[in-house]
T-cell receptor, first 117, second 116 residues
Framework: SQQGEEDPQALSIQEGENATMNCSYKTSINNLQWYRQNSGRGLVHLILIRSNEREKHSGRLRVTLDTSKKSSSLLITASRAADTASYFCATALQAPNYGGSQGNLIFGKGTKLSVKP | DTEVTQTPKHLVMGMTNKKSLKCEQHMGHRAMYWYKQKAKKPPELMFVYSYEKLSINESVPSRFSPECPNSSLLNLHLHALQPEDSALYLC???????????????FGDGTRLSIL
């Protein structure tokens, strides 16, 4: 079942611009992760943010999490042509009986980012 | 280069064939996953192995049969597949599952499977 919904579905920008992608989800989560997938390749983990965190940075990436709105955003600053890929958010659901996660990820539909040189 | 290796990269098989997909990791991870991904769609979880035991089967048809011979290897045995099973099959691993599952998953580049 689908948990995360990204928007926009597709985003086209010029090199050097910032790219923002959003993800909404429905149920309580333990953590939320962002992955990148280049065409024909596997997924690459970008960043993980836990439910008690609000913001996290990694290089040119900035992720925010608002658990009250059940939403997250991924910002890529100073984009490069090499950032062209599909980006997926994935949620690890809160296990009902303890504080950990259920152990499996549910992926959103993804945002296809195209960065033009 | 990925740390999770999947073979073969491409596989074409008929509906009556039996074949296997293989996945290997040497990161000491104790959770391994099979996902199915159709074109322009997100990955969908099929199976999860934790400490070499099957812990999640997402109601996958029995024509897909997973096997975890040891902590580094994961196989997916295929038999009597249907054309709609054509997809990219991704293997992933992570340090653990359950209480340890707030760890990233590491993916292989997948096997692109075509059923004739």
């Amino acid at each position: 079942s689908q948990q995360g919904e990204e928007d926009p579905q597709a985003l086209s920008i010029q090199e050097g611009e910032n790219a923002t992608m959003n993800c909404s989800y429905k149920t309580s989560i333990n953590n939320l992760q962002w992955y990148r997938q280049n065409s024909g390749r596997g997924l690459v983990h970008l960043i993980l943010i836990r439910s008690n965190e609000r913001e996290k940075h990694s290089g040119r990436l900035r992720v925010t999490l608002d658990t009250s709105k059940k939403s997250s955003s991924l910002l890529i600053t100073a984009s490069r042509a090499a950032d062209t890929a599909s980006y997926f958010c994935a949620t690890a659901l809160q296990a009902p009986n303890y504080g950990g996660s259920q152990g499996n990820l549910i992926f959103g539909k993804g945002t296809k980012l195209s960065v033009k040189p | 280069d990925t740390e999770v290796t999947q073979t073969p990269k491409h596989l074409v098989m008929g509906m009556t064939n039996k074949k296997s997909l293989k996945c290997e990791q040497h990161m000491g991870h104790r959770a391994m996953y099979w996902y199915k991904q159709k074109a322009k769609k997100p990955p969908e979880l099929m199976f999860v192995y934790s400490y070499e035991k099957l812990s999640i089967n997402e109601s996958v048809p029995s024509r897909f049969s997973p096997e975890c011979p040891n902590s580094s290897l994961l196989n997916l045995h295929l038999h009597a597949l249907q054309p709609e099973d054509s997809a990219l099959y991704l293997c992933a691993s992570s340090r653990g599952q359950g209480l340890l599952a707030d760890q990233p998953q590491h993916f292989g580049d997948g096997t692109r499977l075509s059923i004739l």
